[in-house]
């Protein structure tokens, strides 16, 4: 579920309980010595500064999932580019390192939608609706007894005047986080104006920590 320059990649399965792996191989130069980048699951990229990117999505229907990724997956978008992950059904994890869940930076759009499910979303940074730098990441799950762990700058979280949302509509959730100070419906002033984080839970008897 790769897009990249005039490009669409989906990949659509209709029913299982399956597993996605991707990173592994090629590394992060710019940012880690140790992690590595996925360029998948819902991923849309362009080639900044030059060329817009394409559209990537990943839709899945049916069935207990398992999503692992390091970098820059799992409906997250890059440079002028739209990537998407849509999970209709199931228990369903989501886990990644940063960039991944609902993540669109640099004039991008990035949305995970999950509507069915007791899910649980891990990762480190820049994840679970987070937009940054004029662009939009949503994480919208729908049903469910979930569960959100984040470090940093995630749980609807706006950076670089972009925005960032995480609406969870019913279930009685628990969120974690390790930095206070920029999650959890967080914006920060940049270029003379601001950023737009919103954290909305509709329904449940929710637990916070941190």
Request: charged letters at 20%; proline letters at 1%; aromatic letters at 14%.
């Amino acid at each position: 579920g790769f897009g990249c320059v005039q490009g669409v990649g989906a990949l659509y399965d209709l029913e299982g309980s399956d597993s996605y792996h991707a990173g592994g191989k090629y590394k992060d130069v710019l940012r880690y010595e140790d992690h590595y980048l996925s360029f998948s699951q819902g991923f849309g990229f362009g080639m900044r500064p030059q060329i817009s990117g394409g559209i990537g999505a990943l839709v899945d229907l049916k069935g207990n999932d398992q999503y692992f990724s390091d970098i820059f997956a799992q409906g997250t978008s890059y440079w002028w580019s739209m990537g998407m992950l849509c999970d209709s059904d199931g228990h369903d994890a989501y886990h990644a390192y940063q960039y991944a869940q609902g993540n669109a930076t640099h004039m991008t759009l990035g949305i995970l939608v999950d509507d069915y499910g007791n899910d649980v979303y891990f990762g480190k940074g820049l994840l679970q609706g987070c937009g940054h730098d004029y662009s939009c990441g949503i994480l919208l799950d729908r049903h469910g007894n979930d569960t959100y762990t984040a470090y940093d700058l995630s749980q609807g979280a706006g950076s670089a005047n972009g925005a960032g949302l995480l609406i969870d509509c019913l279930g009685d959730d628990r969120y974690f986080v390790k930095n206070p100070a920029n999650t959890q419906g967080y914006g920060n002033p940049r270029r003379d104006f601001g950023s737009i984080g919103l954290f909305i839970d509709l329904g449940g008897a929710d637990q916070y920590d941190g």
